[in-house]
T-cell receptor
Framework: ETGVTQSPTHLIKTRGQQVTLRCSSQ?????VSWYQQALGQGPQFIFQ???????GRGNFPPRFSGLQFPNYSSELNVNALELDDSALYLC??????????????FGEGSRLTVL | AQSVTQPDIHITVSEGASLELRCNYS??????LFWYVQSPGQGLQLLLK??????LVQGIKGFEAEFKRSQSSFNLRKPSVHWSDAAEYFC?????????FGAGTRLFVKA
């Protein structure tokens, strides 16, 4: 069983640039959620994708966008990067079964530094 | 609004001593509750979860947690801490389509 994998693991960008982060879900999972974890804080929910549609969104501006592909892999795109976007971005996959929020399986994250 | 509070930013315990990490939540309905652990540079791993039934739940690595509705708490415990338990611990509540995390408690283990 393949776990959640994310790429790249580390990257450095400058203010105003755009970034794309990628995530492969755990085998059999149909739902992907993205979280932002700033230094010393807990993960903050960005959005969730289910069957290629955005299923819910946290308190993040529209310059944070995403995609989910037919194989359930996903991308997080951030435009017009700001210094405060520097964080660990975590992808988590899960299996939606209508029974409420279930266990999240996390990747190791992509560490983004914005200079 | 839904929220999770972990009152202790960091805790230091001696190896072999018992551990209790505190968690309080705010959620209007019956909560789905979780504890996750994050080792340095790693993603989060589920330790245990509570959905319904027995309020004392057992997890991996010898951890357990007790759900107390009257206190809106879900404290994590371990009877004897090992040096490898040093990590960051996050309490979380499932709220609809999303999971809300607390700010975390960093556990230091001294020899």
């Amino acid at each position: 069983e393949t776990g959640v994998t994310q790429s790249p693991t580390h990257l450095i960008k400058t203010r105003g640039q755009q970034v794309t982060l990628r995530c492969s879900s755990q085998s059999g999972h149909n739902t992907v959620s993205w979280y932002q974890q700033a230094l010393g804080q807990g993960p903050q929910f960005i959005f969730q994708y289910y069957r290629e549609e955005e299923n819910g969104r946290g308190n993040f501006p529209p310059r944070f966008s995403g995609l989910q592909f037919p194989n359930y892999s996903s991308e997080l795109n951030v435009n017009a990067l700001e210094l405060d976007d520097s964080a660990l971005y975590l992808c988590a996959s899960s299996l939606a079964n209508g029974g409420g929020p279930g266990e999240l399986f996390f990747g190791e994250g992509s560490r983004l530094t914005v200079l | 609004a839904q929220s999770v509070t972990q009152p202790d930013i960091h805790i230091t315990v001696s190896e072999g001593a018992s551990l209790e990490l505190r968690c309080n939540y705010s959620y209007g309905a019956t909560p789905y509750l979780f504890w996750y652990v994050q080792s340095p540079g790693q993603g989060l791993q589920l330790l245990l979860k509570y959905f319904s039934g027995d309020t004392l739940v057992q997890g991996i690595k010898g951890f357990e947690a007790e759900f107390k509705r009257s206190q809106s708490s879900f404290n994590l415990r371990k009877p004897s801490v090992h040096w490898s338990d040093a990590a960051e611990y996050f309490c979380a509540v499932g709220a609809g389509f999303k999971t809300i995390f607390g700010a975390g408690t960093r556990l230091f283990v001294k020899a």
